[in-house]
Each structure stands twice: as C-alpha cells, then as structure tokens.
C-alpha cells in the first residue's frame, strides 16, 4: 500500500520558495531533499496544510499568507537602541545583521533599519514575516515515522 501524507509519516520534499517578485529565497535544489516529520509543526503550517493526502510524485505549487507562514511584521520588534551599542563596530548600515541577546538571554538575529548620529533601530522580527510565500514542492519519498521520532517530534 502506499503511503499518503498525514500524521506520523515522514516526508522528504524538493522545495523552491520564492517571493512575490519571483526572487529565489531557498532551494533544496542541488541538495538533499528536505526531511520533515509531518503533523508536528516542523514546517510553516500553509506548507503542511497543503501537503495533506499527497503522495509521492505530487508537484504543488503552494502561496502562503504571510499568517500561515513567518507571521505578520511587528512594530514592536523594531527596537531603538543607542549607537554606543554597537561599540567596535565600524561602519553600521542598513541591512546588516546581528546576534543580540533577548531580555530571557536567548540569541535572536536583528536586522540593522536605520542609522541617525547616536541610534540605530534595529529589526528582530523574522526576515520573512510579512512576505508572501510561493513554494514550488515535489514529494519525492514518503515512510512511516518510528515511535521515536514520533514521541521526540521530529526526524532522526
Ligand atoms: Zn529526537
């Protein structure tokens, strides 16, 4: 019997996302294809809604809110922080990215916005969030999930 997408089973698809210009944002193409263990929150929820009751050999092409995808832009994730921050730092610019710490301490990326005299307001919110998704899918191998990747809730 073959196996369809649901709960439990593991699913390896080739992927292309682009955005709504068109522009290549990730591929596996060139790669291995992307293993994921499906019902368990391992890939955006538009792509794993969309992949339901497929099966090997399927092509989709999937467009994803931003909703169902990385979320909405926060503009409380826009932070202003002063420029003595950035201390042995040469040239702080626009688009530029950085590790900072969050108030719980845990690692979080934020992007440079904006730089004036003695601020710059940086960005933590997801590079993608508020962008449109447009995944390219093919469903290139289907299995059951072990009882253990299915306790851990993910792919070994
Ligand atoms: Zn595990």
Request: charged share 25%; glycine share 14%.
């Given at each position: 019997m073959s196996l369809i997408i649901g709960d439990n089973v593991v699913v390896s698809i080739h992927y292309t996302l682009t955005d709504s210009s068109g522009e290549v944002l990730d591929s596996s193409e060139g790669s291995d294809p992307l293993n994921y263990l499906h019902g368990a929150g391992n890939i955006i929820p538009g792509l794993e809604r969309a992949l339901v009751g497929k099966a090997v050999?399927?092509?989709?092409?999937?467009?994803?809110a931003p909703e169902d995808g990385y979320g909405e832009v926060h503009e409380d994730l826009l932070q202003e922080v002063p420029m003595a921050a950035f201390q042995?730092?040469?040239?702080?610019?626009?688009?530029?990215?950085?590790?900072?710490?969050?108030q719980?301490?845990?690692a979080r990326r934020v992007v440079v916005r904006s730089v004036s005299d003695d601020t710059v307001v940086v960005d933590a919110n997801h590079p993608l969030?508020?962008?449109?998704?447009?995944?390219?899918?093919?469903v290139v191998d289907i299995r059951d999930a072990s009882e253990e990747e299915i306790a851990h809730g993910h792919v070994h």
């Open positions: 050999g399927s092509n989709l092409e999937v467009v994803v042995g730092v040469d040239d702080i610019e626009p688009g530029m990215a950085f590790e900072a710490q969050d719980e301490g845990n969030a508020g962008v449109e998704l447009n995944f390219a899918v093919e």
